[in-house]
């Protein structure tokens, strides 16, 4: 059973692109639901992350956009760079239990 | 910045073997996890310990997996006798809040190779 689903797999953008990744979920007990970026052979970091009392949190270049109502959220990377290439993971926690989506490689070409 | 550590980095075992891996949490953290990351898949969670004992645990945590936290500092997971689907990355994961704005900081993982 697939709890958070995450979409696309994966992305590719050129520089001061917008990559946006898309993520569901079911399970309404969710109550807080973090975006990671992984590098390779890197642990998960977390990036933002927002609560379902709140529709939309920026900080810096990332911003996530909640609705609460459809289930879903989204992460946005403004001016996308060439660091930014990574692959990022949606999560969504129940009482410290994190349920990852499959993650999106993103790929910001120069 | 406190960070969670994790050796080793790289371990590579016979099928049957016993593996242990290892974790030191960040100081101040109460609540320890272990997730794995199976080779271009999504990471999993696999079991929380709370005040010295399993909060929760996935299906993939089964007896052969345990966790310990022999002292003040290392938060240990062991597989018993590891099968070859074992291979994986094992991240550690530690948050001083286990609900709201639970924030886990993950270490850099342990790969686990089983042959």
């Known amino acids: 059973q697939q709890q958070v689903k995450q979409s696309p797999q994966s992305l590719i953008v050129q520089k001061g692109g917008i990559p946006i990744i898309n993520c569901a979920y079911e399970n309404t007990a969710f109550d807080y639901f973090p975006w990671y970026q992984q590098f390779p052979g890197k642990g998960p970091a977390l990036l933002i992350a927002i609560r379902p009392d709140v529709s939309e949190k920026k900080e810096g270049r990332f911003t996530i956009s909640f609705n609460k109502s459809a289930k879903q959220f989204s992460l946005h990377i403004m001016d996308s760079q060439p660091g930014d290439s990574a692959t990022y993971f949606c999560a969504a926690n129940s009482w410290g239990k994190l349920q990852f989506g499959a993650g999106t490689q993103v790929v910001v070409t120069p | 910045e406190p960070e969670v550590t994790q050796t080793p980095s790289h371990q590579v075992t016979q099928m049957g073997q016993e593996v242990i891996l290892r974790c030191v949490p960040i100081?101040?953290?109460?609540?320890f996890y272990w997730y794995r990351q199976i080779l271009g898949q999504k990471v999993e969670f696999l079991v929380s310990?709370?005040?010295?004992?399993?909060?929760?645990k996935s299906e993939i945590f089964d007896d052969q997996f345990s966790v310990e936290r022999p002292d003040g500092s290392n938060f240990t997971l062991k597989i018993r006798s590891t099968k070859l689907e074992d291979s994986a990355m094992y991240f550690c994961?530690?948050?001083?809040?286990?609900?709201?704005?639970?924030?886990?900081?993950f270490g850099a993982g342990s790969r686990l190779t089983v042959l």
């Open positions: 310990f709370y005040n010295n004992e399993i909060s929760e």
């Open positions: 994961a530690s948050s001083d809040n286990h609900s709201g704005a639970n924030v886990l900081t």
């Open positions: 100081s101040n953290h109460l609540y």
